[in-house]
């Protein structure tokens, strides 16, 4: 298994999982060339995806998905509750090919097994996923207010772990926000702190930890360097090891071993 991003934040958000010939994306907030341009530097184009997994209706996870699926026949694959939401972006002539996942039960598309969870935030019915080869765990969590027991019982144990660092309290609290937007992203059903987030981790087991990326930082409310350290921490590494998930370049291909 390895997995890339094509770009964390809140202007656009997609991630691709390749097993054998199977590559899914989580996600998909850019438009059809846009996303294509970023698939290239992969060395993928979007006839190589084989499926679409859609976390929630906001704009940066779902925006671009269903142009592209449309265009090139892609699966994708959602919950009831987000498919109610996402039909505004749906092409005015299409035949798309959508599956609706219960957010508890996993599901394969050939050769990856997704294992979806439901976890709190401002959407109609979000989840997050852990993707496995039968050997590798990939685990990914973004877009969540807080942690529950339940995601912490679905990351714990991975291999590989793409977690979201979206501000720093401080930060947002003093930075450029309205009071009501500050209140958004700062509560319970908004986007994770950086402490909260290695709080998070900290209560995980990461014996099995071989890639751990930070994701879906706000430009305006944290740095990279805020968020590394804070990772490095709670799992007792070096700063150097924790990846950074960013908005233009998200991250090249990390295998797991």
């Given at each position: 298994?390895?997995?890339?991003?094509?770009?964390?934040?809140?202007?656009?958000?997609?991630?691709?999982?390749?097993?054998?010939?199977?590559?899914?994306?989580?996600?998909?907030?850019?438009?059809?060339?846009?996303?294509?341009?970023?698939?290239?530097?992969?060395?993928?184009?979007?006839?190589?995806?084989?499926?679409?997994?859609?976390?929630?209706?906001?704009?940066?996870?779902?925006?671009?998905?269903?142009?592209?699926?449309?265009?090139?026949?892609?699966?994708?694959?959602?919950?009831?509750?987000?498919?109610?939401?996402?039909?505004?972006?749906?092409?005015?002539?299409?035949?798309?090919?959508?599956?609706?996942?219960?957010?508890?039960?996993?599901?394969?598309?050939?050769?990856?097994?997704?294992?979806?969870?439901?976890?709190?935030?401002?959407?109609?019915?979000?989840?997050?996923?852990?993707?496995?080869?039968?050997?590798?765990?990939?685990?990914?969590?973004?877009?969540?207010?807080?942690?529950?027991?339940?995601?912490?019982?679905?990351?714990?144990?991975?291999?590989?772990?793409?977690?979201?660092?979206?501000?720093?309290?401080?930060?947002?609290?003093?930075?450029?926000?309205?009071?009501?937007?500050?209140?958004?992203?700062?509560?319970?059903?908004?986007?994770?702190?950086?402490?909260?987030?290695?709080?998070l981790l900290s209560k995980l087991?990461?014996?099995?930890?071989?890639?751990?990326?930070?994701?879906?930082?706000?430009?305006?409310?944290?740095?990279?360097?805020?968020a590394k350290s804070a990772l490095?921490k709670a799992l007792g590494c070096?700063?150097?090891?924790?990846?950074?998930?960013?908005?233009?370049?998200?991250?090249?291909?990390?295998?797991?071993?």
């Amino acid at each position: 298994m390895r997995f890339a991003s094509l770009g964390s934040g809140s202007a656009g958000n997609a991630l691709v999982v390749e097993v054998n010939q199977t590559r899914l994306m989580l996600d998909c907030g850019f438009n059809v060339k846009e996303t294509s341009a970023r698939l290239a530097r992969l060395n993928l184009t979007p006839g190589d995806i084989t499926g679409i997994v859609i976390t929630h209706e906001h704009d940066d996870h779902a925006g671009g998905a269903f142009k592209l699926a449309a265009k090139y026949r892609i699966p994708v694959w959602l919950t009831y509750g987000t498919l109610k939401m996402v039909t505004r972006y749906f092409p005015n002539q299409h035949d798309l090919q959508l599956h609706v996942v219960d957010s508890h039960t996993a599901f394969a598309i050939a050769d990856i097994e997704v294992q979806p969870y439901p976890v709190p935030h401002d959407a109609r019915e979000p989840i997050q996923c852990v993707f496995s080869d039968g050997n590798s765990t990939l685990g990914v969590l973004t877009d969540v207010g807080r942690s529950t027991p339940h995601i912490e019982d679905k990351l714990s144990g991975c291999n590989a772990l793409v977690l979201e660092c979206n501000h720093d309290a401080s930060m947002l609290q003093s930075g450029p926000y309205s009071w009501a937007l500050k209140k958004r992203v700062g509560g319970d059903l908004g986007h994770l702190e950086n402490s909260d987030s290695a709080n998070l981790l900290s209560k995980l087991d990461n014996s099995k930890l071989q890639h751990m990326v930070a994701a879906h930082l706000s430009a305006k409310n944290n740095t990279p360097l805020l968020a590394k350290s804070a990772l490095a921490k709670a799992l007792g590494c070096e700063m150097d090891w924790i990846g950074v998930a960013d908005q233009l370049q998200g991250f090249d291909w990390r295998s797991l071993t």
